[in-house]
């Protein structure tokens, strides 16, 4: 299959509202469908795919194109990284060395090697007489295969460098080993050995499903030997792996946190497991972390919604404050899940007790203000003036967070019966607070949004009355004599020329009616890569989005409008014109000029 085959079966098998729907939460707007827009900060959706022309565009930053230009746009990724992405997506085989001019790039051989090493750990869980110790850890969690298999969870050897050698017969180099944090350079000055040697592996995913890192347990035997050796080794930051950025689970628990319009965060890849096996699918983990922005970036193309459960610890709870944090000033609702006390110590073990109470839990999760409000009653004195204004003051720095005045008198009032103080006292404090600064628990934008966004030049009145009709004839046909009627004369926009020239030509040809458009059409698809049939195909979305309501009449109606506002515009703007040549032809007295303009103008009427 040639190069642009290949595009064009990718494109045949993907719709660009699935492709873009994993990023962004789109709601349906007439034949399309909108969002936010990722690429400029935006609180009004201006930003629309249209699964019938396979294209997205941004009314307000002007973004647009199709699966490839959106997937390289929010992944930061040049062409052939995106093909490969888009052609697994697809399941449609490359070449070798399609999409990459014959060299593979280092973050594709990464993500090979990590793969490459997370089959075998997979398969040496399964079959291997070394891996009897992970099985038993599997068999005691209850796992079931279906489990294992989904998860890929495996086994890596309790030696030096057994991974090491097989990956390199399999044609990576130590280097490359090295760079994708499965080896480690030997502490004598030469060599590397193995990173994970007899644990059990949890392979860490990307939204993709690619294996980007692991999660090494513990078992007995290699490490384990060690009473001082840790219970869980990581990879560490590489070219494709940042654990600010990864979220446990988010490949298989994507489409569950859409569908339930929830994301249920814990700290365990162990949580996640047993969650996801006992049908409770909407989990992921943040693997030990607080919330980051990165994180809140990629739950936001699923969710505005988010319930926190984090250990009671002290290193949980402060977690769970600083997420709350991150969250709340990224602009998300936060609840709080507090375990039963007869539900064990995590969600893995609530789940494997009785799945009814973690279901429970879930949906009985407390606002985070309840939560912080809990915490304070547990621990305050309230026989000591000093403990509860120190309390009460802490409390009024979360309620002063909130962007939402409502709300505020909300907790003022809990707050109030809590300490038994009058609401205004409480009231004038928050006042005192006043807002905090932005650098108080609220995200940076995500990469894509913070790009620098130059926005569209302001267009003049009579360049968009042309987009609209030229919009209008495109998508409805029984329009078209009379834009192209109502355009002949004019002076059009030198952008919009070319398009409409063909469409007239098209229109103004022998064919019936009933053909043209059709033609037209087929005519524009033969150009897909043209900026002319890119242009079509804006201009079709944004007719349908600003008069796709209309009935008939009233498409005829807003028809003769526009086509009365641009004549009337040309005219302006023609008079302007001839005011100024007058000018310069009184101050040349050229008496000859001066009586052609005059007649012009008195032949002019608006």
């Given at each position: 299959m040639s190069g642009d085959g290949v595009i064009d079966e990718i494109k045949r098998r993907l719709d660009i509202a699935e492709v873009v729907g994993d990023y962004l939460q789109l709601k349906r707007a007439g034949t399309s469908l909108r969002a936010c827009c990722p690429f400029h900060d935006e609180k009004t959706p201006s930003f629309f795919v249209n699964p019938?022309?396979?294209?997205?565009?941004?009314?307000?930053?002007?973004?647009?194109?199709?699966?490839?230009?959106?997937?390289?746009?929010?992944?930061?990724?040049?062409?052939?990284?995106?093909?490969?992405?888009?052609?697994?997506?697809?399941?449609?085989?490359?070449?070798?060395?399609?999409?990459?001019d014959g060299q593979r790039s280092e973050r594709r051989r990464l993500l090979e090697a990590n793969a490459l090493a997370a089959k075998l750990y997979h398969r040496l869980l399964l079959d291997d007489e070394r891996a009897a110790a992970a099985?038993?850890?599997v068999e005691r969690r209850a796992l079931s295969a279906d489990t294992v298999e989904s998860f890929m969870l495996g086994y890596s050897p309790d030696s030096w460098d057994a991974t090491s050698k097989f990956l390199m017969s399999r044609g990576f180099s130590e280097s490359e080993l090295f760079r994708a944090g499965l080896s480690v350079?030997?502490?004598?000055?030469?060599?590397?050995?193995?990173r994970f040697r007899g644990r059990m592996m949890f392979p860490i995913r990307d939204v993709h499903g690619e294996v980007i890192g692991f999660t090494a347990r513990v078992l007995p035997g290699a490490d384990g030997r060690d009473p001082d050796g840790p219970k869980y080794v990581n990879t560490p930051q590489t070219l494709v792996y940042d654990k600010s950025r990864a979220l446990y689970g988010?490949?298989?628990?994507?489409?569950?946190?859409?569908?339930?319009?929830?994301?249920?965060?814990?700290?365990?890849?162990?949580?996640?497991?047993?969650?996801?096996q006992a049908g409770v699918e909407n989990v992921v983990a943040?693997?030990?972390?607080?919330?980051?922005?990165?994180?809140?970036?990629?739950?936001?193309?699923?969710?505005?919604?988010?319930?926190?459960?984090?250990?009671?610890?002290?290193?949980?709870?402060?977690?769970?404050k600083r997420g709350i944090d991150m969250a709340i000033g990224a602009g998300f609702s936060v609840r709080m899940l507090r375990l039963p006390p007869d539900?064990?110590?995590?969600?893995?073990?609530?789940?494997?007790?009785?799945?009814?109470?973690?279901?429970h839990a879930i949906a009985e999760a407390e606002p985070y203000m309840s939560w912080y409000l809990n915490l304070a009653s547990e621990r305050t004195d309230f026989s000591s003036a000093e403990s509860k204004r120190r309390a009460a003051g802490e409390l009024l720095q979360e309620i002063a967070k909130m962007p939402n005045q409502v709300?505020?008198?909300?907790?003022?009032?809990?707050?109030?019966?809590?300490?038994?103080?009058?609401?205004?006292?409480?009231?004038?404090?928050?006042?005192?607070?006043?807002?905090?600064?932005?650098?108080?628990?609220?995200?940076?934008?995500s990469a894509a949004a913070s790009t620098t966004v130059t926005p569209p030049a302001r267009k003049e009145r009579t360049d968009i009355c042309v987009e609209y009709l030229l919009g209008l004839a495109l998508v409805w046909s029984s329009l078209s004599q009379t834009v192209v009627e109502g355009l002949a004369d004019g002076e059009?926009?030198?952008?919009?020329?070319?398009?409409?020239?063909?469409?007239?030509?098209?229109y103004t040809s022998t064919r019936s009616d009933g053909e043209k458009a059709p033609i037209f059409r087929s005519w524009l698809a033969s150009r897909d890569k043209s900026a002319m049939a890119r242009q079509a195909a804006v201009l079709e979305l944004q007719a349908e989005q600003e008069f796709g309501e209309l009935p008939p009449e009233g498409l005829r109606e807003e028809t003769g409008k526009l086509i009365g506002e641009f004549k009337s515009l040309q005219i302006s703007h023609r008079r302007q014109e001839l005011v100024r040549a007058m000018s310069a032809a009184e101050r040349n007295g050229d008496l000859e000029k001066i009586k052609e303009i005059q007649r012009e103008l008195g032949e002019m009427t608006v």
């Open positions: 019938e022309r396979q294209i997205y565009h941004c009314f307000g930053c002007g973004e647009g194109g199709d699966i490839f230009e959106f997937v390289q746009k929010m992944e930061g990724l040049e062409f052939p990284d995106a093909l490969r992405l888009l052609a697994g997506k697809a399941g449609v085989k490359l070449q070798p060395g399609r999409g990459d099985r038993q850890y350079k030997s502490d004598r000055g030469t060599g590397h050995y193995d988010i490949n298989l628990a994507k489409q569950h946190i859409r569908r339930e319009g929830l994301a249920v965060v814990v700290e365990g890849n162990m949580d996640v497991i047993s969650s996801h943040s693997s030990g972390t607080a919330l980051t922005s990165e994180q809140l970036d990629l739950f936001r193309r699923f969710t505005d919604r988010l319930v926190l459960s984090f250990d009671a610890d002290s290193a949980g709870e402060s977690a769970a539900a064990g110590k995590d969600p893995d073990d609530c789940v494997r007790r009785d799945v009814e109470l973690w279901k709300e505020q008198s909300h907790w003022i009032s809990e707050l109030a019966r809590m300490f038994s103080t009058p609401e205004a006292m409480l009231f004038e404090q928050l006042r005192r607070l006043g807002r905090p600064s932005p650098a108080r628990g609220q995200t940076q934008p059009l926009p030198a952008g919009l020329t070319e398009l409409y020239s063909n469409y007239r030509e098209f």
